[in-house]
């Protein structure tokens, strides 16, 4: 059965302080793996997308990387405004279905 | 370009009660899919259009939900009669096509007293 488990569920860190979020999964055959940021009352954004292990996507603060088990989103001197929930969902091979994980919900302290 | 819009933002209900969502995609987009995420989890597919056809509704509860889209464009989800436990926050997605990143739009939040 495919299966998405993000760790920390939460995480609290002080501005600045770098670190990284986890998303394992087990997928009969990988398609994608997407992540996305949801703030409180919002519908989930896109943050990004990756194809194959080894690949990285960057974006400001956030840098996503993918092996063939599990990826990071690693967080580089973080702001009070990259406090939010994220998500990550992958999508498997012969379907359009994302699953998604239950998120890691991100404090970031000033 | 205009996002996924959802309708209305917020539903307080009775329980046994009906209620309706409307979501209207992306320009152009072909694949349209209904959420259903619970406080503390991640989103969980309910249905999956593509047009007008449904691609995966493997996971809705026919006996209570459906769901239609009419002319390919717009989309509504029905829930009749609501439960207590169908409180939560229902989201509507849209992506191209099938393969394609889903983009999101704000949800509606329901709740069933």
Redesign the interface.
Known sequence: EDQ?TQSPEALRLQEGESSSLNCSYTVSGL??L?W?RQDP??????LF?LYSAGEEKEKERLKATLTKKESFLHITAPKPEDSATY?C?V?AEG????I????TRLKVLA | EAG?AQSPRYKIIEKRQSVAFWCNPISGHA?LYWYQQIL??????LI?FQNNGV??DSQLPKDRFSAERLKGVDSTLKIQPAKLEDSAVY?C?S?QQ??D???????T?LTVL
């Open positions: 998405v398609r994608g997407f996305y009352g919002k519908g989930p954004e896109f997308t998500l969902a999508q379907t359009y279905k994302y998604f994980g239950t998120g | 996924v694949t503390g989890q991640g989103p969980k597919l999956q691609v995966d989201l997605a992506s099938g393969w990143t889903q983009y999101f739009g704000p949800g939040r």
